[in-house]
């Protein structure tokens, strides 16, 4: 935890002018209306960490709540696993800000029993969703940065994820039903928020957990993000920016192969149906199917075999192939059909 003591002005007149008047409280309220459709989001719920893209929410937050416009009545909610020895000290640290800045705050307590990551990322949502349906507002939202998404894509690219994943964390999405999950800030940077911060003079807590080495993100963090910020400085918001555009790409592909190649637990085709289509069409199709009805993930995929069913179906050669691609799932491809079959027993 930085040092300084956090400002108490009691309303957006304790809020210094220069941070009222900062750019990046003007570029969150564009990240509220593009993941809001241009709606004014009313009643909002903050995830507040503690750390410095969080609490930049909530400072820009509480200075939008008297927007003339665009208003968010935002309440703090800061979600306490017990797992770490600083974590009381955050929890009081993310009270004391809020109530320097008269927004409303609680902590919801998490009592987790198997202690993995997946567990506390599905209870710290489902409490974040309870707060909301408690203060009848039907949005969340989180201080997700342009380093968040670039590390998000880094990890699929790493696994080999298909459009979808290289599209990274959407920028609003379902939490619960009623219930929106927005990320107003995918395309700031951790510096900019780290700006805001220091121009309101409200401190952070720094979580030692993002630069621990022995997890995929703290190594992403710690020895893979420097490397490439050096080599193009500004890279984590030019990648958040791409996202954006992927995201329409991947969503304007599973349209079509949605249309050609119907459920994702479809197991057979015609080959007739689909071999004029562009490999990479045929490709996405039949991975769409494999990752739906196997027990397998995308780094377990033999892209190599996927890709060589896929150009086999457009060629002329009407003997039976089989392409094995994993975790016993094999494309066959006979002269007019395309089936995905499981070998039993194998894995």
Same mark, same amino acid.
């Given at each position: *935890?930085? /040092?300084?003591?956090?400002?108490?002005?009691?309303?957006?007149?304790?809020?210094?002018?220069?941070? +009222?008047?900062?750019?990046?409280?003007?570029?969150?309220?564009?990240?509220?209306?593009?993941?809001?459709?241009?709606?004014?989001?009313?009643?909002?719920?903050?995830?507040?960490?503690?750390? +410095?893209?969080?609490? !930049?929410?909530?400072?820009?937050?509480?200075?939008?709540?008297?927007?003339?416009?665009?208003?968010? $009545?935002?309440?703090?909610?800061?979600?306490?696993?017990?797992? &770490?020895?600083?974590?009381?000290?955050?929890?009081?640290?993310?009270?004391? @800000?809020?109530?320097?800045?008269?927004?409303?705050?609680?902590?919801?307590?998490?009592?987790?029993?198997?202690?993995?990551?997946?567990?506390?990322?599905?209870?710290?949502?489902?409490?974040?969703?309870?707060?909301?349906?408690?203060?009848?507002?039907?949005?969340?939202?989180?201080?997700?940065?342009?380093? %968040?998404?670039?590390?998000?894509?880094?990890?699929? $690219?790493?696994?080999? !994820?298909?459009?979808?994943?290289?599209?990274? *964390?959407?920028?609003?999405?379902?939490? #619960?039903?009623?219930?929106?999950?927005?990320?107003?800030?995918?395309?700031?940077?951790? /510096?900019?928020?780290?700006?805001?911060?220091?121009?309101?003079?409200?401190?952070?807590? %720094? %979580?030692?957990?993002?630069?621990?080495?022995?997890?995929?993100?703290?190594?992403?963090?710690?020895?893979?993000?420097?490397? $490439?910020?050096?080599?193009?400085?500004?890279?984590?918001?030019? @990648?958040?920016?791409?996202? %954006?555009? /992927?995201?329409?790409?991947?969503?304007?592909?599973?349209?079509? @192969?949605?249309?050609?190649?119907?459920?994702?637990?479809?197991?057979?085709?015609?080959?007739?149906?689909?071999?004029?289509?562009?490999?990479?069409?045929?490709?996405?199709?039949? +991975? &769409?199917?494999?990752?739906?009805?196997?027990?397998?993930?995308?780094?377990?995929?033999?892209?190599? !075999?996927?890709?060589?069913?896929?150009? !086999? @179906?457009?060629?002329?050669?009407?003997?039976?192939?089989?392409?094995?691609?994993?975790?016993? $799932?094999?494309?066959?491809?006979?002269?007019? #059909?395309?089936?995905?079959? #499981?070998?039993?027993?194998?894995?």
């Amino acid at each position: *935890m930085e /040092q300084e003591p956090p400002q108490t002005g009691a309303s957006n007149d304790g809020i210094p002018l220069k941070a +009222r008047r900062h750019q990046l409280v003007h570029e969150i309220e564009l990240g509220f209306r593009r993941a809001c459709g241009g709606e004014e989001p009313g009643p909002v719920v903050l995830a507040v960490s503690g750390g +410095r893209d969080s609490i !930049a929410l909530l400072i820009a937050s509480a200075i939008l709540r008297e927007h003339d416009t665009f208003a968010i $009545l935002p309440r703090v909610v800061h979600v306490h696993h017990h797992l &770490r020895p600083e974590a009381d000290d955050e929890a009081s640290h993310v009270l004391a @800000v809020a109530a320097s800045l008269d927004v409303p705050a609680e902590v919801r307590d998490l009592q987790l029993v198997e202690g993995t990551p997946e567990e506390a990322r599905r209870l710290r949502y489902d409490a974040l969703a309870s707060a909301a349906l408690d203060c009848r507002s039907s949005l969340v939202a989180t201080g997700h940065h342009a380093e %968040d998404q670039l590390e998000t894509i880094l990890a699929a $690219l790493g696994r080999g !994820a298909g459009p979808a994943g290289l599209a990274g *964390m959407p920028r609003s999405r379902e939490l #619960k039903k009623g219930i929106g999950l927005v990320r107003p800030m995918l395309g700031i940077s951790r /510096q900019e928020a780290a700006e805001l911060c220091h121009a309101a003079e409200i401190t952070w807590c %720094d %979580d030692p957990g993002n630069v621990d080495i022995n997890t995929q993100r703290g190594r992403l963090r710690s020895d893979v993000l420097p490397v $490439l910020e050096n080599m193009w400085p500004g890279v984590a918001a030019r @990648v958040a920016a791409t996202a %954006d555009l /992927q995201s329409i790409a991947a969503t304007a592909l599973e349209g079509l @192969v949605a249309s050609i190649f119907g459920k994702p637990n479809c197991t057979e085709w015609s080959r007739g149906d689909v071999s004029g289509l562009p490999v990479a069409v045929i490709a996405s199709g039949l +991975r &769409r199917s494999l990752l739906s009805v196997g027990d397998i993930g995308s780094d377990r995929l033999s892209h190599k !075999a996927l890709f060589s069913a896929a150009e !086999a @179906v457009g060629d002329h050669r009407e003997h039976r192939r089989c392409f094995e691609v994993g975790s016993g $799932l094999t494309i066959i491809l006979e002269a007019r #059909k395309i089936r995905i079959e #499981k070998i039993p027993g194998d894995s």
